[in-house]
């Protein structure tokens, strides 16, 4: 059994506390901005001969002075929300994504994959607090305590209106506010009740070595790879890609999902070197390193595939609408949106291309945590442009987004590591086991 060490659990609540410090100093700060420094940043902006939209919503009705700052004071205040809202749905997807291989390797009767069952049974512990903060932020902007999602303002649907939009108006089926809502408690609930049934099925197997449970299991992976290959796209068009409701993408499904996918797989490969370090998983060797860090290269290429295919089709096709989610990235979040390629695609290559240095845990370890911080940033520029704008260059973000941070990755942290100490690390009962504890790499 694992023993949550004293020391870890201390960092885990630091890490926690300090998030929660930040974020609290950067939201404090965030009220106390003046109209008339929101003003000063907007005017700084114009004048410096940026006017491209991050947001379609800065197209749609009235286009005087008043109807910008109105628009800017929105999207100043709107930066707290956007930074939990970041990284809550960047470690669900995380979280899910590693339910999502871990049901994989069941449905593909894999058996070199075993030894790590209880490590993502562990991550997937943290699928229902960070669905519980989702939530949370969907009640407050429903409520209109934020204006994440520019669609909820009723007055955008309304016929006669001077800020009557037609393209809303005809999503408005799909995009209104109890259908949201519906969608949103389906997906964490759903999500979360898959995480119980498998951990439950698979501790069975572990009790009963009962072919009939081992069954079980197989039947709970396959609904849950169902559950996840619908809902996965769905709550990318709701949580991430409704942000900009007149821009959409057939690849952004895909985009947002291998994001989650490789930061997945890293996060898989940090808890279980970890333990393996600490004593506690000595089965886990350098073949079981070295097919994790397979994974982690191969979906950080689908990624940069993705990305790439995504930006080549919607550039060349020079629609304005859709040109738009770029040239506002590009006008505004320079630091970080083509940068990022560097962490995400070209370190990775460089790095992980040969099959020797994906079995040394000092560099494959420290490329998961790299994969993880650039995915971090890619959530941040699926997010902000839309929702903060160009309003993103001061204290208050950093304050915001690392308080975030540190705050999620204290609380995944002690999730995870609390859920591993009630958990056999070694599921005995799977016919798999002894296959996996054999397993040797041939080149």
């Known amino acids: ?11 885990s609540i630091i890490i926690l506390v300090a998030g929660l410090v930040l974020f609290g100093l950067g939201f404090y700060m965030n009220k106390g901005i003046s109209t008339e420094q929101i003003e000063h940043w907007m005017e700084t902006v114009h004048a410096s001969g940026h006017h491209n939209p991050t947001h379609s919503s800065e197209m749609i009705g009235p286009q005087d002075h008043a109807a910008h700052l109105q628009h800017a004071e929105m999207q100043v205040h709107n930066q707290p929300l956007a930074a939990i809202h970041l990284v809550a749905v960047f470690f669900f997807g995380l979280s899910c994504c590693v339910l999502f291989f871990y049901s994989i390797q069941h449905a593909a009767h894999a058996g070199w994959s075993i030894i790590i069952t209880r490590v993502m049974e562990g991550i997937a512990s943290f699928i229902p607090i960070a669905g519980v903060i989702i939530i949370a932020i969907m009640l407050l902007n429903i409520n209109g305590y934020g204006h994440l999602f520019h669609w909820m303002d009723p007055e955008l649907t309304k016929e006669g209106s001077p800020s009557f939009d037609i ?12 259908f949201y809502a519906f969608r949103t408690i389906f997906y964490v609930v759903v999500a979360s009740l898959f995480a119980w049934k498998l951990k439950a099925a698979s501790k069975k197997v572990d009790n009963t070595k009962s072919p009939r449970d081992y069954q079980m299991l197989y039947r709970w992976s396959i609904g849950y790879i169902v559950f996840f290959s619908l809902c996965s796209a769905a709550w990318a068009w709701d949580w991430l890609m409704s942000i900009d409701p007149h821009w959409y993408s057939t690849m952004y499904i895909w985009y947002s999902m291998v994001s989650c996918l490789a930061s997945g797989i890293a ?50 096709a ?9 040239f506002g990235r590009f006008q505004y979040y320079a630091p970080t949106f083509l940068p990022m390629l560097i962490i995400n695609f070209l370190i990775p290559l460089l790095v992980m291309v040969s099959s020797s240095i994906k079995r040394n845990y000092k560099v494959v370890t420290t490329m998961a945590i790299l994969v993880i911080l650039g995915h971090i940033v890619d959530f941040f520029n699926m997010v902000m442009p839309g929702t903060v704008g160009a309003y993103w260059q001061n204290w208050e973000v950093l304050l915001l987004v690392l308080g975030a941070v540190l705050f ?26 002894h296959e996996s504890e054999i397993f040797e790499y041939p080149f």
Do not use: C, R
């Open 318 to 326: 020079n629609i304005p609408e859709e040109v738009n989610y770029f």
């Open 267 to 316: 996060m898989i490969i940090l808890v279980s070197v970890y333990l393996k370090k600490n004593g506690f998983l000595p089965q886990f060797n350098d073949n079981h390193l070295h097919d994790l860090a397979k994974f982690l290269f191969a979906f950080s290429m689908l990624w940069t595939y993705t990305w790439f295919a995504q930006y080549m089709l919607y550039w060349y």
């Open 1 to 11: 059994m694992y023993n949550f060490s004293l020391k870890l659990k201390s960092t």
């Open 408 to 433: 999620l990755v204290g609380l995944f942290i002690f999730t995870v590591m609390t859920a591993l100490t009630k958990l056999k690390l070694i599921p005995s009962g799977n016919p798999l086991l």
């Open 167 to 178: 393209i809303l108006f005809e999503k408005k089926k799909f995009l209104n506010i109890p």
